[in-house]
């Protein structure tokens, strides 16, 4: 469940049924058939009638309860076999929160909160039929249903934190390569889901360590993107397998975290016990 406080800009009914009834709706608000009205009272329009649809089909509602978490990656260690802690755990559930939240020390603002479940997969018994599901949530971080087929990669460190020679000598040969190569979205940084790997492009501001408040410095453990590949980044790291494919598996899982942002999560390599903490930036 997430405890935390939400910060919605919109908020839509989360069931398929009451989705319609709020499409339709949201259709006649951004024809102005409500009147000319601006952005913002539009929204809050928009969140106000998806409340009362939400209401109307279920009279126990309670804005203020806690909220059921949606499934967004299950990983087995068998699989994806450079997760940390294969000698304790062999399944990685990670899970979020649907909506926009406030932000806390560790999650970033504006963007869906993740939770992190480290578990062996022969205690896992007595799996529910039907999970909970929240009342309300934002379509773009209901991520489809997929079966993952990972594949590794190579990453390299953000350009940022490289020290000063070795940017030189990166500078000088994307210089002399005359087809406009570029290190951090062609070599470092792979776009689309994944775990592991380098901190992403950050794009807003400029990187900082990750530190965790043992003083160890976090990694990556999970990345959230806005497609798995786009114009800049296709001809670099589309898979092979799926040349022929175009653009049909550029965005299997339809998640978008802001403008066509990232969302990575960090983990304490020192204990799983230690808080995680989320970051919010381009990929690349
Ligand atoms: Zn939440
Ligand atoms: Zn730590």
């Known amino acids: 469940m997430c405890r935390l406080a939400h910060e919605d800009t919109i908020i839509e009914p989360f069931a398929p049924a009451l989705k319609g009834r709020y499409e339709a709706n949201r259709w006649d608000w951004s024809h102005g058939r409500h009147g000319r009205v601006d952005f913002a009272t539009r929204?809050?329009?928009?969140?106000?009638?998806?409340?009362e649809l939400v209401r109307g089909a279920n009279p126990e509602f309670d804005p203020d309860a806690p909220v059921p978490l949606i499934p967004v990656a299950q990983l087995y260690y068998r699989?994806?076999?450079?997760?940390?802690?294969?000698?304790?755990?062999?399944?990685?559930?990670?899970?979020?929160?649907?909506?926009?939240?406030?932000g806390t020390e560790t999650d970033t603002p504006h963007c869906p909160a993740f939770q992190v479940f480290w578990r062996k997969s022969e205690t896992v018994k007595g799996v529910l039929t039907v999970p909970p599901q929240p009342d309300l949530g934002l379509e773009?971080?209901?991520?489809?249903?997929?079966?993952?087929?990972?594949?590794?990669?190579?990453?390299?460190?953000?350009?940022?934190?490289?020290?000063?020679?070795?940017?030189?000598?990166?500078?000088?040969?994307?210089?002399?390569?005359?087809?406009?190569?570029?290190y951090s979205s062609e070599f470092a940084h792979a776009p689309g889901w994944k775990v592991m790997g380098h901190g992403m492009y950050w794009g807003i501001y400029d990187p900082y360590p990750m530190t965790c408040e043992c003083g160890a410095e976090q990694l990556p453990l999970f990345t959230a993107?806005?497609?798995?590949?786009?114009?800049?980044?296709?001809?670099?790291?589309?898979?092979?397998?799926?040349a022929h494919t175009e653009w049909s598996f550029a965005d299997p899982v339809e998640v978008t975290i802001g403008r066509g942002y990232a969302l990575q999560l960090y983990y304490c390599p020192e204990s799983e016990q230690h808080t995680g903490r989320s970051e919010n930036g381009l990929n690349p």
């Open 43 to 51: 929204m809050r329009h928009a969140s106000e009638f998806a409340l």
């Open 79 to 102: 699989d994806v076999p450079d997760l940390p802690w294969p000698e304790k755990f062999d399944l990685l559930q990670i899970l979020w929160c649907p909506r926009d939240h406030s």
């Open 140 to 182: 773009h971080y209901i991520p489809n249903p997929c079966v993952v087929s990972p594949e590794v990669v190579t990453e390299y460190p953000n350009f940022h934190t490289l020290p000063d020679d070795i940017k030189i000598d990166i500078d000088a040969w994307e210089e002399r390569s005359s087809d406009g190569t570029d």
């Open 225 to 242: 993107d806005t497609g798995e590949f786009d114009g800049g980044t296709k001809e670099r790291w589309q898979p092979v397998e799926e």
